[in-house]
């Protein structure tokens, strides 16, 4: 096998037989014991995309994993969930001691098929995230998550009957929920980094709406930002939801909208100069924009000076 290419694992069991795991008691879904998982073979592929939900809580990690070029190791505890199609790697460690622990949760799309969290599964941002913006959970996190995959396995490996899918569906939304509400906690927790992204944002946003680059370039969308950041836009309008009340898109338009007053207050400048050198190439676009946000035109609101 050649491991610098892509590797495509299509189904849960194709998952488990790259693992040397024994067959899949359900099709659909998969939860895996991490100390039934061997060390890795020497050819194994270090860039892998699913066809499948995978999430992890994984412990004493003798590994790296990266999505893309970039790799993070990871502490004690920690969780992280990956959409289908997503690229992902692992990479073994070279400490053979370690006692590596936790599950791995696999959910093929088909087994959501007909119920409510088809949809709603792809509202949860942290499918979005970048691997080092895993969730860091605290030891009683880490018993409630565990606790229910527990549940969560012992449903599907007893007797399937008309209820099982329901109920592991319920038990997979309720899983999804106090990840949401952990990820919450982080964001507020995790206060140095936190308040640090909050600050880069703010230089950043000055300097785009400063300097000549917007006029060339136009506004800083939210995937610039993110990437200028380096955390993902998901994590990022997440974040600033939690600390802000606004997402990064929010933020973009009232630094936009700071910067227009201070112009029209402040300057002769007509309308579309000012709409010019903000980046719009239509200055109805900018006026719109400015009425939606302030109730006022941007005339208007120069009047209000004067």
């Given at each position: 096998?050649?491991?610098?290419?892509?590797?495509?694992?299509?189904?849960?069991?194709?998952?488990?037989?790259?693992?040397?795991?024994?067959?899949?008691?359900?099709?659909?879904?998969?939860?895996?014991?991490?100390?039934?998982?061997?060390?890795?073979?020497?050819?194994?592929?270090?860039?892998?995309?699913?066809?499948?939900?995978?999430?992890?809580?994984?412990?004493?990690?003798?590994?790296?994993?990266?999505?893309?070029?970039?790799?993070?190791?990871?502490?004690?505890?920690?969780?992280?969930?990956?959409?289908?199609?997503?690229?992902?790697?692992?990479?073994?460690?070279?400490?053979?001691?370690?006692?590596?622990?936790?599950?791995?949760?696999?959910?093929?799309?088909?087994?959501?098929?007909?119920?409510?969290?088809?949809?709603?599964?792809?509202?949860?941002?942290?499918?979005?995230?970048?691997?080092?913006?895993?969730?860091?959970?605290?030891?009683?996190?880490?018993?409630?998550?565990?606790?229910?995959?527990?549940?969560?396995?012992?449903?599907?490996?007893?007797?399937?009957?008309?209820?099982?899918?329901?109920?592991?569906?319920?038990?997979?939304?309720?899983?999804?929920?106090?990840?949401?509400?952990?990820?919450?906690?982080?964001?507020?927790?995790?206060?140095?980094?936190?308040?640090?992204?909050?600050?880069?944002?703010?230089?950043?946003?000055?300097?785009?709406?400063?300097?000549?680059?917007?006029?060339?370039?136009?506004?800083?969308?939210?995937?610039?930002?993110?990437?200028k950041l380096n955390v993902s836009a998901g994590y990022l309008s997440s974040l600033l939801k939690v600390l802000t009340g606004l997402?990064?898109?929010?933020?973009?338009?009232?630094?936009?909208?700071?910067?227009?007053?201070?112009?029209?207050?402040?300057?002769?400048?007509?309308?579309?100069?000012?709409?010019?050198?903000?980046?719009?190439?239509?200055?109805?676009?900018?006026?719109?924009?400015?009425?939606?946000?302030?109730?006022?035109?941007?005339?208007?609101?120069?009047?209000?000076?004067?």
């Amino acid at each position: 096998m050649n491991n610098t290419q892509v590797y495509r694992v299509k189904t849960i069991s194709d998952f488990h037989k790259l693992r040397n795991l024994p067959k899949p008691e359900h099709p659909l879904i998969s939860l895996i014991n991490i100390e039934s998982i061997k060390r890795l073979p020497e050819n194994d592929p270090t860039s892998l995309v699913y066809d499948f939900y995978f999430i992890a809580l994984k412990r004493n990690c003798n590994a790296k994993f990266k999505y893309g070029q970039q790799q993070y190791d990871f502490d004690d505890g920690t969780m992280f969930f990956i959409a289908p199609n997503q690229i992902f790697g692992i990479e073994q460690g070279k400490d053979e001691t370690l006692k590596q622990s936790g599950w791995m949760l696999l959910i093929h799309p088909d087994f959501l098929w007909n119920t409510s969290l088809a949809k709603t599964i792809k509202q949860y941002e942290f499918f979005d995230y970048s691997v080092n913006e895993a969730l860091f959970l605290s030891e009683k996190e880490e018993l409630i998550i565990t606790g229910m995959m527990q549940g969560m396995e012992q449903e599907y490996r007893s007797n399937i009957d008309k209820f099982s899918q329901g109920i592991i569906i319920a038990q997979i939304e309720l899983l999804l929920s106090y990840a949401e509400r952990f990820y919450e906690r982080q964001f507020i927790t995790r206060n140095i980094s936190s308040h640090q992204i909050l600050a880069r944002l703010e230089d950043l946003l000055t300097t785009c709406f400063d300097g000549g680059a917007i006029v060339k370039n136009g506004l800083p969308t939210v995937a610039h930002v993110a990437e200028k950041l380096n955390v993902s836009a998901g994590y990022l309008s997440s974040l600033l939801k939690v600390l802000t009340g606004l997402n990064t898109q929010q933020h973009i338009h009232q630094k936009l909208i700071d910067k227009a007053k201070e112009k029209l207050s402040t300057t002769g400048l007509s309308v579309s100069e000012i709409a010019y050198g903000l980046g719009f190439e239509h200055p109805q676009s900018f006026s719109k924009l400015f009425k939606t946000k302030t109730n006022f035109s941007p005339l208007e609101f120069r009047h209000s000076f004067n």
